[in-house]
């Protein structure tokens, strides 16, 4: 027990101990630590043997080579052999530079200098004063004039012509080449040249040879302090002076640069050193081949407009991008750390049961103590409480109080994991492998014997809300409030879906859970889950940070998220899925501590700074002031192909016949962080909507029909800047013979030719068959007649004859006589009315005499109707043959018969009508109605019903019997009656 109040007095004493302490070691970065570095080789397209770097307007990156003038857009390398529609003088590019005004100078081996803009080219060969041999370098000086330093010495350009310095400059007459030139922060030109370094400075007209003078210079730079620095190219570095020195190298190597932030880079034969500013003394920061320089003999040196550094080898291109998330250099051994924020922006970090370091708000180490923590918590009023193996201590006037641990924790040496304070004022404490304990009194106790209701198991994560309420959250997706004295239990059932729970935070009076599977904040009664736009997972949450500015920070297992104050208001108003960014390795955040702890592993220190504990160490960043690109990036249709074949993506592209898919490769301009550009695109007559393509560069359709396109493709950088126009092409498809418009519409216009003369064939046909019918029903009618008239008629005649021999013989007026009379008379009219109906048989009745007819016999039904009958025929009826007319008569006249004497109605009305097309007939009554199985077969024995079916399919109609709406029954039929004109 001595030993843990030593502890603890040593690690309580080191906490307070803040006003006193040693000034903060400054810590020695490294390159790694600072620096990501990406590497194109010769084999990945970067051009070798880069001389000169320069950045155009638009952003690009060009860089000039001794194989040619390349453009860089962070992913491609194109080889330019024609600016504006001129094309290059030579394919040996010396040196580049880019105006502001969005001109381009280039200078050739041996061929001169060209000046591109706006679509036009300004030669520059010896004609306009170029002298015999090419340029080095290209400079704009401070008040607008142009130099060029060449193989012959330093000229400007003055109305249109190089004029070169001499002695008249006060240089000497024959300077021999001058490489380099520099205008250094105050105004001064200086020269390298080989009688040695030349300055003027501003507002002088002559230049003045500078020391040490028994040099010959090739590189100018000048450093953070405004030091002019010279290389030999020997391997010597020379500090310039206006008075005597003697030469004698401050530093070694071929060339020395000068970056924005003032750190010196120095270039050797075989790799490239970094001498970081502000840190006098520092070790050597060597990137050479064995940490993955493109190649050895570093030449050439950019910074471009991101604050991105360009070095170029003798085998490719490099590039140096800051971290957005800072490692802490001090820190970056630190693992499974505990952390917990002081005043005043420091942070406590403890390194897994060694040491605990306190760091300022630069990172810098404050002081380190031999004793450790293994979880923390900050007030509201600034003081540090801490647990460890000791108990647990919190920070207080006289130097704070101390809650020992418990004897078992202590036999055990058991840490505290996590602890809080419920609205009682009670501490709670999970010692690491033990029970879930509760300080009452002066004793724990085990909070599973003396609080009810309690889930089994240890919880993983302890926390006090703003309203004092204590949250516990547990392995098995189960979060329990304590408020009261009551226990409050929260899982699936109430929205909670994290799987394991690891951390509880809480800020503005939201509580935040976060867990293996994802996030959730608590509205009141229930948990809602947090997710992310595109189905992103949110995995291993070990940390989250609510700022003052309203953003949400979250340390998963991918990296750092950060969500916007829009985002979140969104999500808390709606539950909308949120837009997050990440910040992941490739930003500076290490991979992330291990799922058992210690958590949480992101905090906020009192300035509003970010610590961001990894299994690799601990990193920062101010969310305020993030490196952001403010540009929306150029986009660029590189390739189109079809069918396997490749074309120039250029306006008014036509593909050939037979083309149907579509591969299109497109890019986007980022020098910074090309992976992180996002695209999406549409093919206008194809896609309703915009396509999200994410990081993906290529678009793919199938199937396409012959016809005009448009292309068009947007794209954003890594800050969600987008380029809303982006880049667009014109793609025409060309039709095959067959898919010809012409060719479509003639094949279209035979087809209806073959149809209607197929349809005529058809009527025509249709006809000749009615009429075949026809003549057989009348040779049939012939027949019958010659029947009736040969053998009934004259049989029936000869019967007269016999029963009027008879009638002679019976007495006169007897009774016999006037029956046998009365006989005769029936007899002679059935033979009258018989031979009328024969004669009618073999007559070819018009079809106007048959719809008389019609009438005529509907007449004689009226009796029996006894004035309910009503009768409409169309006039058009007459129009049709015989045959068809008669048939839909009898079917008319059938039908009105059987609503006459079956039906019972008190009304019947029979309607024909008739247009060019079609024949309706239809009977309605009110009767009594008909059985449906009667409707369908008719009456067993009688033939009415089957027979006026039989008749209306022949002629190739339907008909139909069923229930009138009014009562009764309603008898419909109706015929085509194209074919069926006299």
Known sequence: MLSIIYYVMGLAGALLAGAVAAAPVAPQPTLPQTYHHHAWKAGQGAPVQIQGMTQSRDGYLWLASDYGLYRFDGSNFDLIRDIGGHRLRSPHAVAVLAEADGGLWVSYRGDGVSYYKDGQEIYYDQQRGFPDGFAFQLLRAPDGRMWMATSRGMASLVNGRWIMAGAADGMSATPGEVIRMLFARDGTHWVASAAGVYFRPQGSARFQLAWPRDIRPETLSETASGEILAGDGMNNIYRISRTPQAATPVLHGSAAWTDSTGALWLAHADNLEWLPAGVPGAARQLLGPAQGLSGREPQAFFEDRDGNLWISTNNGLDRLRRWRVTPVPAAMRIVSSAMVAGRDGTMWISENRLAARRFDVQGREWERVPYSFASGLTGADGRITLGSRAGIWSEGPGGGSLIPATPEAVRQDADISTFARDDRGVWWANFRGLALMRHIGGAWQAAQHSVAGLPPGRPRVLHTDDSGQLWLGYLHNTVVRYAGGTITAFGAAQGLNLGEVNFLYSRRGRLWAGGAEGVAWFDGSRFRSLTLQGGQALRGISGIVETAAGELWLRGQDGLYRIDAAQVGDLLRDGRPVRAELFDTDDGVGAPVSPVGPFPSLVEAGDGRLWVASNEGVSSLMPTAIPRNPHAPLVEIRAISSNGKDYVPAAGLRLPEGSDNLRIAFSALNLTRPDRSTFRYRLHGVDADWQQAGGRREAFYTNLAPGKYRFQVAAANQDGVWNQQGAALEVEILP???????????????????LIAFHRWGVAAAATRSAERSATRLDERERIARTLHDDLLQGVHALILRFTTLLTRLPKDSHEERILESALDQAEKLVANTRDKVMALREDQSAAQIVAALHDEIELLEPAAGGRLKLS????????????????????????????????????????????????????????GIPPQTAQSGISGHWGIIGMRERVAKLGGELTIEHNHGGGTALRFRLDIRSSYN
Not at 737 to 753: G, I, K, Y
Not at 882 to 907: F, W, Y
Request: aromatic share 6%; hydrophobic share 50%.
């Open 873 to 928: 025929v169309s006039r058009k009826l007459v129009q049709l043959r015989p045959d068809v007319a008669s048939e839909i008569c009898q079917v008319l006249k059938e039908a009105v018969s059987n609503a006459c004497r079956h039906s019972g109605a008190t009304s019947i009305l029979a309607t024909i009508t008739m247009n060019e097309y079609l024949v309706q007939g239809t009977v309605l009554d009110n009767g009594i």
């Open 736 to 754: 095959t013979l067959w898919q010809a418009t012409w060719l479509r519409l003639s094949a279209l216009f035979l087809l209806a030719s073959m």
